[in-house]
């Protein structure tokens, strides 16, 4: 299993924007498919966005698509979301989390996917 951490989280306005890291260490730390998931309070795990490996392939949940980015820097063990026009809707802790395989799950919510997963960082969209 890999470490997993996250880091760029914090408080932003409506219709700002973040950058989440995810940093990846351990045997193979660019072998696996990476998702996103975010979990607010009261709230079941949802699957926000995927990224193969190699990165060819990407998946986004319906509520992201056209705002957020999902990509992958092999050179420093990285995956990145990158989180335009944010919503109040979005606020919620941020996980990520690595897979046993190299592609993306046809379930985004499909957590069981997934072994190695990071502590999370809270984004908070408010006014």
């Known amino acids: 299993q890999l470490q997993l951490v996250e880091s760029g989280g914090g408080l932003v306005q409506p219709g700002g924007s973040l950058r989440l890291s995810c940093v990846a260490s351990?045997?193979?730390?660019?072998?696996?498919?990476i998702g996103w998931f975010r979990q607010a309070p009261g709230k079941e795990r949802e699957g926000v966005a995927c990224?193969?490996?190699?990165?060819?392939?990407?998946d986004y949940a319906d509520s992201v698509k056209g705002r957020f980015i999902i990509s992958r820097d092999t050179a420093v063990d990285t995956v990145y979301l990158q989180m335009n026009n944010l919503k109040v809707d979005d606020s919620a802790v941020y996980y990520c989390?690595?897979?046993?395989?190299?592609?993306?799950?046809?379930?985004?919510?499909?957590?069981?996917?997934?072994?190695?997963w990071g502590p999370g960082t809270q984004v908070t969209v408010s006014s």
């Open positions: 990224i193969s490996s190699p990165a060819i392939h990407t």
């Open positions: 989390a690595a897979s046993k395989y190299r592609l993306c799950p046809n379930d985004l919510n499909f957590t069981g996917y997934f072994n190695s």
């Open positions: 351990g045997i193979n730390p660019n072998y696996p498919a």
